[in-house]
């Protein structure tokens, strides 16, 4: 059922429970994104210079002002010093193809082990090439740079000049903007990696392209991961996670109902309106997942593509709570309350992408209508991730200085 709100619409999932026979093949079929994908993420990390659990926030003076039990934010914008989460994917799957390539065994080696002169020499001589909105390529070309190799980075149609150069400022790539949109950027890197020789690292996937964009989500299990540990008791009720293509939010959703399956959180995923095809797949309703077509125009850079990730929609399809398409003005609402906290909570630096999850929330928690469509009450305890900071340094000042 479809509701529609000034500057958000919301699709509550009515394909939502499982039957019977599903729930008995899922309990017999290993989750894909679970604890044991997580630890092994979260192992590789660890040896990275740079690895520290990012903070997760506990926001106590707005969730009693809000009336729920509480409200936390997973602040990934220090993560590696990146200023967004996505090193985690870049860095995991390049290690995972790393070891394919060069016959190692991924269980038995880590980061340390790619110090090896030898290894780095082999290492030079791969070539990866990818699409992204900015933060996906950033780790890409960090990544690169750390495991000694190099990268090719293709942004679409009017994406910042600034995330450009942010990209090969933070490692070992060249970047382009060019002038396709999203999946038609994709398209052309992969088009380059047959052609030339490269590997395509890529968080979208479609048949026959299936186990890098699965490692680069197990990547991203490790923010979920020690989410879960820093929350300790304090089990979440209600779970808001932006999309993009889905890859992060489905495989992260995934692994939160299976670590608290026994009490399930609400998840509801959240897009931009001008690029939300998770939502209008949904809407469609028959299964599939659909694209976007044309040059949809978003502030939320990092989430402004137009087509589902193939390993992840199944998931959110039959497992999220709730859809939801934002205008810009919601995540800018999210951005100026995070930069302006109530009393004595922490002031935090979002992002376009990172903060539209906190500006829907307020909305929701100020509304006793959306309340109820979101079965918030007192006891009910919110999970956030602000997916990036300030990444676009001069519309984040813009932003934050209008009202």
Same mark, same amino acid.
């Given at each position: 059922m479809e509701y529609h709100f000034k500057d958000f619409t919301v699709i509550q999932n009515k394909q939502k429970a499982l039957t019977t026979e599903s729930q008995h093949n899922e309990k017999r079929q290993p989750l894909l994104f679970n604890q044991h994908i997580a630890a092994d993420a979260l192992r590789l990390h660890k040896t990275i210079p740079g690895y520290w659990p990012t903070?997760?926030?506990s926001f106590n003076e707005l969730a009693e002002a809000m009336h729920?039990?509480?409200i936390y934010c997973k602040n990934e914008a220090s993560r590696f010093g990146l200023n967004a989460f996505k090193g985690l994917g870049g860095a995991y799957a390049m290690f995972r193809i790393?070891?394919?390539?060069?016959?190692l065994d991924h269980t038995a080696v880590d980061f340390r082990d790619f110090q090896d002169e /030898?290894?780095?020499?082999?290492c030079a001589q791969i070539h990866f090439v990818t699409a992204t909105d900015g933060n996906h390529g950033k780790g890409v070309s960090w990544a690169a740079k750390l495991f000694g190799c190099s990268a090719s980075v293709f942004l679409p149609k009017g994406s910042a000049e600034v995330r450009r150069k942010a990209i090969e400022d933070a490692g070992n790539a060249t970047a382009e903007i060019t002038a396709l949109n999203y999946d038609q950027a994709v398209e052309h890197c992969w088009k380059l990696a047959q052609e030339k020789g490269w590997i395509l690292i890529q968080d979208t996937a479609w048949d026959g392209y299936e186990q890098y964009p699965e490692w680069i989500i197990d990547g991203y299990l490790t923010l979920a991961?020690? /989410? /879960?540990?820093?929350?300790?008791k304090n089990v979440p009720t209600h779970v808001f996670l932006q999309a993009g293509v889905g890859a992060m939010a489905g495989g992260v959703m995934e692994f939160l109902?299976?670590?608290?399956?026994k009490k399930p959180p609400l998840v509801s995923i959240v897009e931009p309106t001008e690029a939300a095809c998770i939502y209008q797949s949904a809407k469609i309703g028959d299964g599939q997942h659909h694209a976007i077509e044309g040059n949809p125009a978003t502030i939320m850079a990092g989430l402004n593509c137009g087509t589902p990730c193939r390993l992840t929609w199944p998931f959110l399809r039959d497992k999220a709570s709730f859809f939801c398409a934002c205008d810009d003005v919601i995540t800018e609402e999210g951005m100026r309350a995070y930069a302006n906290p109530v009393g004595g909570d922490a002031t935090v630096i979002a992002?376009?992408?990172g903060a539209v999850t906190f500006g829907l929330a307020r909305r929701i928690l100020q509304d006793d209508t959306l309340r109820r469509l979101f079965r918030i009450n007192e006891d009910s305890v919110i999970l956030l991730i602000n997916t990036e900071g300030d990444t676009?340094?001069?519309n984040y000042k813009r932003i934050i200085a209008s009202s």
């Amino acid at each position: 059922m479809e509701y529609h709100f000034k500057d958000f619409t919301v699709i509550q999932n009515k394909q939502k429970a499982l039957t019977t026979e599903s729930q008995h093949n899922e309990k017999r079929q290993p989750l894909l994104f679970n604890q044991h994908i997580a630890a092994d993420a979260l192992r590789l990390h660890k040896t990275i210079p740079g690895y520290w659990p990012t903070p997760l926030l506990s926001f106590n003076e707005l969730a009693e002002a809000m009336h729920v039990r509480g409200i936390y934010c997973k602040n990934e914008a220090s993560r590696f010093g990146l200023n967004a989460f996505k090193g985690l994917g870049g860095a995991y799957a390049m290690f995972r193809i790393l070891c394919e390539k060069l016959n190692l065994d991924h269980t038995a080696v880590d980061f340390r082990d790619f110090q090896d002169e /030898a290894l780095r020499k082999r290492c030079a001589q791969i070539h990866f090439v990818t699409a992204t909105d900015g933060n996906h390529g950033k780790g890409v070309s960090w990544a690169a740079k750390l495991f000694g190799c190099s990268a090719s980075v293709f942004l679409p149609k009017g994406s910042a000049e600034v995330r450009r150069k942010a990209i090969e400022d933070a490692g070992n790539a060249t970047a382009e903007i060019t002038a396709l949109n999203y999946d038609q950027a994709v398209e052309h890197c992969w088009k380059l990696a047959q052609e030339k020789g490269w590997i395509l690292i890529q968080d979208t996937a479609w048949d026959g392209y299936e186990q890098y964009p699965e490692w680069i989500i197990d990547g991203y299990l490790t923010l979920a991961v020690e /989410a /879960a540990h820093q929350l300790e008791k304090n089990v979440p009720t209600h779970v808001f996670l932006q999309a993009g293509v889905g890859a992060m939010a489905g495989g992260v959703m995934e692994f939160l109902l299976s670590y608290y399956r026994k009490k399930p959180p609400l998840v509801s995923i959240v897009e931009p309106t001008e690029a939300a095809c998770i939502y209008q797949s949904a809407k469609i309703g028959d299964g599939q997942h659909h694209a976007i077509e044309g040059n949809p125009a978003t502030i939320m850079a990092g989430l402004n593509c137009g087509t589902p990730c193939r390993l992840t929609w199944p998931f959110l399809r039959d497992k999220a709570s709730f859809f939801c398409a934002c205008d810009d003005v919601i995540t800018e609402e999210g951005m100026r309350a995070y930069a302006n906290p109530v009393g004595g909570d922490a002031t935090v630096i979002a992002g376009e992408s990172g903060a539209v999850t906190f500006g829907l929330a307020r909305r929701i928690l100020q509304d006793d209508t959306l309340r109820r469509l979101f079965r918030i009450n007192e006891d009910s305890v919110i999970l956030l991730i602000n997916t990036e900071g300030d990444t676009d340094p001069e519309n984040y000042k813009r932003i934050i200085a209008s009202s």
